[in-house]
């Protein structure tokens, strides 16, 4: 069994201060993928290299306090990738590829379109790069995991206001359809493959109005995985009862 845990930890110093290592001692996660970790290594608080036993491996933004992933591994991985070749994306500490014997796992943080959509282009360009990158490892006969924040809710089941929000960055019409081709090339979205109806079911919500308790939320957080996995499924959750972070923890479960 291997249990895979994905969470935009919004700034992994704040979070270690909110409970984040009691967490990781409690679920105790095979892997453990971290999103806007907003910190270099050397700013990692203490405590969690002291606590957790694990293979940590960052990918810092070159802008301090901003972006950034990281992957925690009990298992040493073959091979860890910290780029994608393209600069623009590079700087940003945006993905981390783990290549291990039996899967390749890609953990990213997709780019925010922002409030007045200037980065939609830059965001759509990321999701591009990503799915060649997932491709090439397919052709390969590889099996492959792409877990993260995805900054876009696929389909009106997966936000609160699905009405309200269509000119809203996240839920754009042209944001959406990359999900779709990401499904569209063969992976399989691993709360929908066993809940394709399952309403309320988010990971994010603003801080604003209570919004968090009221479960008005977005699902922009996600697993998914290769349909050469399928056989290897064995549950998907979301730890909304985890706090620290507007986001809440994702988990898929492997055979």
């Not at 979070?15 to 409690?26: A, P």
């Not at 089941?157 to 019409?173: V, Y």
């Not at 957080?221 to 009862?241: G, I, R, T, V, W």
């Amino acid at each position: 069994m291997k249990r895979l845990v994905s969470w935009n930890v919004n700034g992994i110093r704040a979070c270690t201060n909110k409970g984040f290592i009691e967490f990781v001692n409690t679920y105790s996660p095979d892997v453990l993928c971290l999103q806007e970790i907003k910190a270099a290594k050397e700013q990692f608080p203490d405590s969690i290299f002291r606590s957790l036993d694990y293979h940590l491996y960052i990918n810092s933004a070159k802008r301090p306090g901003y972006s950034g992933v990281a992957v925690f591994t009990k298992e040493k991985p073959q091979k860890v990738i910290d780029k994608i070749g393209i600069e623009k994306f590079d700087v940003e500490g945006r993905t981390l590829i783990c290549e291990f014997k039996s899967y390749i796992l890609i953990n990213c943080y997709f780019p925010n379109g922002q409030r007045d959509h200037g980065r939609v282009p830059y965001k759509l360009e990321f999701y591009q790069e990503i799915l060649k990158i997932y491709k090439k490892y397919i052709k390969a006969g590889k099996k492959v995991i792409i877990t993260g924040d995805f900054n876009t809710a696929h389909e009106p089941i997966d936000l609160a206001n699905p009405k309200a929000n269509k000119k809203t960055t996240g839920f754009l019409e042209h944001e959406r359809e990359w999900i779709t081709k990401y499904l569209d090339a063969g992976m399989i979205d691993a709360l929908r493959f066993k809940n394709p109806e399952l309403e309320g079911q988010y990971t994010w919500w603003t801080y604003r109005n209570n919004c968090r308790e009221r479960n008005i939320g977005w699902r922009i957080d996600y697993f998914m995985f290769s349909e050469n996995l399928k056989a290897k499924f064995k549950s998907f959750q979301h730890l909304p009862e985890v706090m620290g972070s507007d986001h809440c923890p994702i988990e898929l479960t492997l055979k």
